[in-house]
């Protein structure tokens, strides 16, 4: 039997891995950055190490032993812990700042903004992603994706998947758990949102972490709508 | 000499009255749902009481006496006051948040989603509004507004203006106060966010409380860029 999705009114996306290619981008921007700041290293394991350093400093927050911090700033931390790491000189203030900035110019998967614009003729789309709510608008800005709004751990001062996060936008919009879905590439991310009673949609990301991915492969949970693009989930949810 | 706004990455935007007419969209819808819910009553007069109790309530919380509260219960409160003062009967839960939603339903001044859509492509634009996220999202979508995003006083949970919610912008977008410019119909509003440092914009808005409006009929500060319409704005800052 189909599912009931005439109570939904607002999806919201994780956005790293599921809405923009994170690796890619940072693959191909991080070179470049590289030559122009003189730092030379293997960007691509450049690339994952920075990446592999996200949750570790968000549990940081999470587990109380940093105040509210937003991710600009954790990831600008995360980039001179591996500099130093790699034996790599400080190419200054400004410079680190222009690394960290990548971030805010990550480019979205081919069917990201296609699937978002759909979705948004008949539901509220927006963010809710551990990304600070300036480098979510201008992602946005610069890769044309048409969000109603949004929310960010930054919101609510709990990273993902503390409830705080989801029940936050429940609460905000004045709407019961059920008539809020996130929408994700990740099982865990999924499984703290049904958890707080929200409604779920799985995109298939094969290729975020590389040809070499491991986890998140398929749909490990009973999610309400899966599919293999934001398209195809758009349609599953009556777009 | 023409100002410099080069350095301008931000317009955020007061609403009631700027960028909507909520005077002509509350006396527009509140007959036909009067009609609806058996309620007869002077509905001019009814909106502007209704506006009449908005800096009040907001007064409660700015001065602690209530705890943090959205518009949209601020609103719903108010509603039920004036329904006892004027000896009308209470139509049920349903039918007031009813009433209390027309304000996410108000339409935009014949110049604002235009003027806003240019200022779209060369800065971030967003809402700074006393009303609650729900309400500027529910409105935007309603109305066509384009906003990257809806900063409201909800998001710092402070009012207006106090400068909490002011620099509470410039603080999540990374930037410095004059980089960010407020653009509001209300003198008070402007010379609030010029105390934080901020840029500012006026437009006017003659007819906000009717043809017998006495204030904010001009510019009465040393504002960065005025204009009778958001458009003529958005071209003084370079759009």
Known sequence: MAKDFSDLKVCIFDVFGTVVDWRGSLIEDLPKLGRKHGLDTDWTSFADDWRGLYQPQMGRVRKGDLPWTRIDDLHKEAFEMLLQKRGLKHPGEEAVWEFTHLWHKLRPWPDS??????????????????????????????????????????TFHHYKPDPE???????????????????????????????????????HRPLEHGPGQTRDLKAEGNWDAVGSSIVEVAKKIGC
């Open 113 to 154: 903004v296609e699937g978002i614009g759909l979705m948004k003729k008949k539901y509220v789309v927006a963010t809710l992603s551990n990304g600070n709510v300036a480098l979510l608008i201008n992602m946005a800005k610069n890769a044309g994706i048409p969000w109603d709004h949004c929310f960010s751990g930054e």
């Open 165 to 203: 996060a989801y029940l936050g936008v429940v609460d905000s919009m004045y709407l019961k758990p059920h008539q809020v879905m996130l929408v994700a590439a990740h099982n865990g991310d999924l499984a703290a949102a049904q958890k707080c009673g929200l409604s779920t949609g799985f995109v």
